[in-house]
């Protein structure tokens, strides 16, 4: 299970983004709850967003609630996070992996090994 993260890019405050998150080495049968996360220079990844396998469950950080949405479609193996009103601290990579995500446990997995997760996007918000 591979995963590769795209949509990223330089935008100013206020702007939005969308992030895709495809995955690789699924069969159609699979499905897995997704998790997006971010790392700003200096700290440490954290859990951002978070879908279960059928879609019906999602999650974010409280810092991104409201302004940041996360949807699935499993057709094209791909997971989405829109990202709206972006500030200044949203700048980061983003990464996507597979992880648990009801009750909050996707912010548990923000420590993986780098293969578990792809090579990321990154996302500048600067005027």
């Known amino acids: 299970l591979q995963f590769v993260e795209s949509g990223g890019g330089l935008v100013q405050p206020g702007g939005s983004l969308r992030l895709s998150c495809v995955a690789s080495g699924v069969t159609s049968e699979e499905r897995y709850a997704i998790g997006w996360f971010r790392q700003a220079p200096g700290k440490g990844r954290e859990g951002v967003s978070c879908i279960s396998h059928n879609g019906n469950y999602t999650e974010h950080t409280a810092s991104v609630k409201g302004r940041f949405t996360i949807a699935r479609d499993d057709a094209k193996n791909t997971v989405y996070l829109q990202m709206n009103s972006l500030q200044p601290e949203d700048t980061a990579i983003y990464y996507c992996?597979?992880?648990?995500?009801?009750?909050?446990?996707?912010?548990?997995?923000?420590?993986?090994?780098?293969?578990?997760y792809g090579p990321g996007t990154q996302v500048t918000v600067s005027s």
């Open positions: 992996a597979a992880v648990p995500c009801l009750g909050g446990k996707f912010r548990n997995y923000g420590d993986l090994p780098p293969a578990y």
